[in-house]
Nanobody
Framework: QVQLVESGGGLVQPGGSLRLSCAASGPIERVVDMAWHRQAPGSQRELVASITRGLITHYADSVKGRFTISRDNAKNTIYLQMNSLESEDTAVYYC??????????????WGQGTQVTVSS
């Protein structure tokens, strides 16, 4: 089965930076769109940033200018560079990928989430 494994979360002070990574593995023919979502306590999960296979990016207004999503197609991996972090960025960050498997089938796969806490 396809698995997404996130890493890079942690505790950081306001104004600091973190870099998240997400690697897809398993019976993958091709990874199409990938994205980062986040969910804060008591809130709905929201899209943070997305990137197509052709490297077209989209950002939520709340993170524009502070976060950068990037991708390595050869490694089926995406990254989220987060700068100028604010307390409002505190959430569990989830990786999502649209994957064409070797079956073939198109599936939507999610990672297990990584906690990002911004606090002094």
């Amino acid at each position: 089965q396809v698995q997404l494994v996130e890493s890079g979360g942690g505790l950081v002070q306001p104004g600091g930076s973190l870099r998240l990574s997400c690697a897809a593995s398993g019976p993958i023919e091709r990874v199409v769109d990938m994205a980062w979502h986040r969910q804060a306590p008591g809130s709905q999960r929201e899209l943070v940033a997305s990137i197509t296979r052709g490297l077209i990016t989209h950002y939520a207004d709340s993170v524009k200018g502070r976060f950068t999503i990037s991708r390595d197609n050869a490694k089926n991996t995406i990254y989220l560079q987060m700068n100028s972090l604010e307390s409002e960025d505190t959430a569990v960050y989830y990786c999502r990928a649209q994957v064409v498997t070797t079956t073939p089938a198109m599936i939507d796969s999610w990672g297990q989430g990584t906690q990002v806490t911004v606090s002094s």
